[in-house]
């Protein structure tokens, strides 16, 4: 069974433009959550996805945005990219979510760099 | 709200063992993750305990006091492939997974 992918895997951006990036989950998983990972600050959880649906969503700025497909293929999108939106973003899924026994698969991430 | 706490760095020797803890307050809580995340890769699952005890999986074990909110990821007779970053994350029944800083594990000849 193939893996969660994730595309693209590198980025550069300048300040100021969008991004989108997107996530094809495991055939079956439902579940498709996002992260941001950086040095300083760790994984930390954007937002959760099932059944097109968003679930739940983290602290983070209006500016990070996603969604869900149909065929649970998500995207997530980032306006008016600033220098501290550099970071790895990190796709997961799982059959239902995460609760009480669904392990997260996660992907190769992508490596957004913003200058 | 979360609050994670997991130390930052152990180093051990090869065979030796390490125990590396968590403690959590989790608003919601309903288990507990451990992830593995090696240098430049995506975080691989590890454990996941619900109940309260001992969960061992060939050298790799986990513990979970929920009355405490503490957990800790046991790896014994440490390999060079063990150096890794460890993640623990407690998981909410607003299907969020929320997740330590890590602890980086630096396994010596």
């Known amino acids: 069974k193939a893996g969660v992918t994730q595309t693209p895997r590198y980025l550069i951006k300048t300040r100021g433009q969008q991004v989108t990036l997107s996530c094809s989950p495991i055939s079956g998983h439902r579940s498709v959550s996002w992260y941001q990972q950086t040095p300083g600050q760790g994984l930390q959880f954007l937002f959760e996805?099932?059944?097109?649906?968003?679930?739940n969503k983290g602290n983070f700025p209006g500016r990070f945005s996603g969604r869900q497909f149909s065929n649970s293929r998500s995207e997530m999108n980032v306006s008016t990219l600033e220098l501290g939106d550099s970071a790895l973003y990190l796709c997961?899924?799982?059959?239902?979510?995460?609760?009480?026994?669904?392990?997260?698969?996660f992907g190769p991430g992508t490596r957004l760099t913003v200058t | 709200g979360q609050n994670i706490d997991q130390p930052t760095e152990m180093t051990a020797t090869e065979g030796a063992i390490v125990q590396i803890n968590c403690t959590y307050q989790t608003s919601g809580f309903n288990g507990l993750f451990w992830y593995q995340q090696h240098a430049g890769e995506a975080p691989t699952f590890l454990s996941y305990n619900v109940l309260d005890g001992l969960e061992e999986k060939g050298r790799f074990s986990s513990f979970l006091s929920r009355s405490k909110g503490y957990s800790y990821l046991l790896l014994k007779e440490l390999q060079m492939k063990d150096s890794a970053s460890y993640l623990c994350a407690p998981s909410s029944n607003d299907y969020k997974l929320s997740f330590g800083a890590g602890t980086t594990v630096t396994v010596r000849a």
């Open positions: 997961a899924s799982s059959l239902e979510g995460t609760t009480p026994y669904y392990e997260q698969y």
């Open positions: 996805y099932f059944s097109e649906t968003q679930r």
